[in-house]
């Protein structure tokens, strides 16, 4: 069974940074595009970044440069680095993997960034 498991998430001051991680377990990490999502409270889930097997990235236009997406594919982890953080960007984070050929999406269970003072 495909598992996708986050950490990295918790408390942290206004301007401060985060990293959370990913790591993916029982699929063929280079044919998926690795993805996070997050939803606050009430909000539906949305996205913040995606990057495929060979690097190329995308990102949400509230980003602003301030997220950087990676992945090492020798050890099925997908990483998001978050700096600049805004309470804005407080929710749980979602980690991703839809398969580039189509089929089932893959998430994790969350992982809770709070950006508060």
């Known amino acids: 069974q495909v598992q996708l498991v986050e950490s990295g998430g918790g408390l942290v001051q206004p301007g401060g940074s985060l990293r959370l991680s990913c790591a993916a377990s029982r699929i063929i990490f280079t044919f998926y595009v690795m993805g996070w999502y997050r939803q606050a409270p009430g909000e539906q889930r949305e996205l913040v970044a995606t990057?495929?097997?060979?690097?190329?990235?995308n990102y949400a236009d509230f980003v602003q440069g301030r997220f950087t997406i990676s992945r090492d594919n020798a050890k099925n982890m997908a990483y998001l680095q978050m700096n600049s953080l805004k309470p804005e960007d407080t929710a749980v984070y979602y980690c991703?993997?839809?398969?580039?050929?189509?089929?089932?999406?893959?998430w994790g269970q969350g992982t809770q960034v709070t950006v508060s003072s």
């Open positions: 990057i495929t097997g060979g690097g190329t990235t």
């Open positions: 991703n993997a839809s398969p580039v050929r189509g089929g089932i999406n893959y």
